[in-house]
């Protein structure tokens, strides 16, 4: 559904609060998506709106959660599986609607770098908690859903921390405590990414696609709805924006872990029932990788610059030794995938 021709903020704030029942709020949250149409007549003025009132709020004496944020918690924690009183049925599609809402909203703050992405989407909605519970939902949809959400939180978390505009670095803690949990790696790992070129895109191409690797491969996309296929398609191609920029420099040493990690991936995927436009997405990222010949090669000479990197900084990034490093969820992180969901 497309957007309103003008948005006002104080108006779409009273329209929330007179929701009262959770159906009536899921109605509106099922409409979002329509906010960010960009062939909608209201364009960047309707996704300021939205965006503003996911944010929090402007006076620092205040303490009140943005509206339309809150809303979607509450939404949200009458999905929880164990303590819902919906049908099951009733509760996987409200629970796909807020995760559709929020990728949304996500998606928006990606595209405009001069604003940061609220720390209540981050602390709330992309809490290790949330995270750990959207990837272990039976349904398929509503994971591939979760991890999409998740993986644009990365990357628009990523360009927050590496702005050359950022003059707070309070909440950088917090934010990279959050990449390494939806990647499932250390904060030592999640350093090395953010200061190589392309690193922290094909760790989160590598994450989102292996995520589901066993059910997609296995079952391919039947039974997952249009839209949803669609929405892992946009992230695939949203995330491979800071691969083609890296391509384009001849210079770009990538990981050869990460390169064979993909390449593994792409392996299984391509003889997968998975769209052809889907297939098409992760050749596109594929070619523009080194071959497998790159990482045959880099296993011959990298045992001295590997030294050489575990005592080098990365540039443009303050190193954090693991020992004082802020624990995800109570769990002091020993290794890569030490963050991950747990099975």
């Given amino acids: 559904m497309d957007a309103p021709p003008s948005v006002d903020v104080n108006a779409l704030h009273w329209t929330l609060t007179t929701l009262d029942e959770d159906k009536e709020f899921e109605d509106f949250a099922s409409r ?39 809303r979607l918690r509450e939404l949200l924690d009458t999905c929880l599986p164990g303590s819902s009183l919906l049908t099951e049925e009733q509760r996987k599609n409200r629970l796909r609607v807020c995760l559709k809402c929020l990728w949304y909203c996500v998606k928006a703050y990606n595209e405009k770098p001069e604003v940061p992405l609220a720390s ?3 602390g709330i909605f992309a809490s290790p908690e949330v ?20 993986a644009l939180v990365v990357k628009k978390l990523a360009s927050d921390i590496t702005s050359p505009t950022r003059t707070s670095f309070a909440a950088i803690t917090a934010e990279m405590d959050c990449i390494s949990h939806i990647l499932g790696a250390i904060g030592e790992r999640v350093n090395n990414w953010l200061g190589q070129d392309g690193g922290i895109e ?118 954090q030794p693991c020992e004082t490093q802020v624990p995800i969820d109570g769990i002091r992180d020993s290794g890569y995938g030490n963050c991950s969901t747990p099975a």
């Fill in 32 to 70: 979002i998506p329509g906010f960010f149409n960009p062939r909608a007549d209201a364009g960047s003025d309707a996704t300021s709106t939205i965006l503003s009132l996911m944010s929090g709020p402007k006076s620092e004496r205040s303490s009140s959660d943005p509206i339309l944020g809150s």
């Fill in 120 to 122: 209540y989407v981050r």
């Fill in 131 to 150: 995270i750990r519970w959207t990837q272990t939902e039976q349904d398929l949809s509503t994971r591939l859903l979760g991890r999409c959400f998740g």
């Fill in 202 to 319: 094909l760790a989160n191409v590598i994450s989102l696609a292996s995520g589901e690797l066993k059910a997609l491969v296995a079952s391919g996309t039947k039974g997952v709805p249009t839209d949803v296929v669609d929405i892992f398609e946009q992230t695939l191609s949203i995330l491979t924006e800071g691969i083609d920029s890296s391509h384009a420099d001849a210079n770009v040493e990538w990981d050869a872990d990460q390169v064979a990690q993909f390449h593994e991936i792409y392996s299984k995927f391509a003889n997968a029932r998975v769209p052809d436009l889907l297939k098409e997405r992760l050749r596109y990222i594929s070619d523009r990788l080194p071959p497998s010949s790159y990482v045959k090669k880099a296993e011959i000479e990298i045992p001295s610059a590997k030294l050489d990197s575990e005592t080098t900084p990365s540039s443009g990034i303050p190193q």
